[in-house]
């Protein structure tokens, strides 16, 4: 064993092992970070841009002047926006969604960040200005296809910085008995 050890060809293969050691682990923290990041962010930022569109018809259309009007407006979310809770309150007065179930008025808890409170939904208000009371739309947006997306992307560098590890062993193999 001492002898296949004190070959060149074996100290290149210990040399590039070491080197991958260390340097592989934070090439896949630095890649996966801002890959995580980016996809959290993008997020956020979509479905506040929709949230806030979404106030703006409520407000411009005249849906808050009718009942019917606002449900079907808060129905619109759910099915057009990746919506899964969806209401909106008018001082104590909340009307939701008819596409909801009814035991879930009591889930919202807005969300400053993703994935905040565990529950992989992320809540947001929005406010819709009236000349009579205040008006808040509530939102909530499934996490879970996010997730679903960094999960992939962190398996694919793992598998593509694997191929790599594994061919450039290969290569200093070939390499160091070639000399």
Do not use: W
């Amino acid at each position: 064993m001492a002898r296949l050890l004190n070959t060149l060809a074996a100290r290149l293969v210990l040399v590039v092992l070491l080197v991958h050691a260390i340097l592989l682990p934070l090439l896949f923290y630095g890649l996966f970070v801002v890959v995580e990041q980016g996809q959290k962010e993008n997020f956020i930022d979509h479905i506040r841009v929709y949230g806030r569109i979404l106030a703006d018809v409520f407000e411009s259309s005249g849906a808050l002047d009718s009942q019917a009007g606002t449900i079907d407006l808060l129905d619109s979310a759910i099915l057009g926006g990746n919506a899964v809770y969806a209401a909106l309150q008018r001082g104590d007065q909340e009307l939701m969604s008819s596409l909801m179930e009814p035991t879930e008025p009591g889930l919202f808890e807005e969300d400053f960040t993703f994935g905040e409170h565990a529950d992989q939904v992320y809540y947001l208000s929005v406010l819709i200005p009236t000349s009579t009371n205040p008006v808040t739309l509530r939102l909530g947006f499934d996490e879970v296809p996010t997730d679903n997306q960094i999960s992939l992307v962190r398996n694919r560098v793992i598998g593509i910085l694997s191929v790599y590890l594994v061919v450039s062993l290969v290569l200093v193999l070939i390499l160091g008995i070639h000399l």
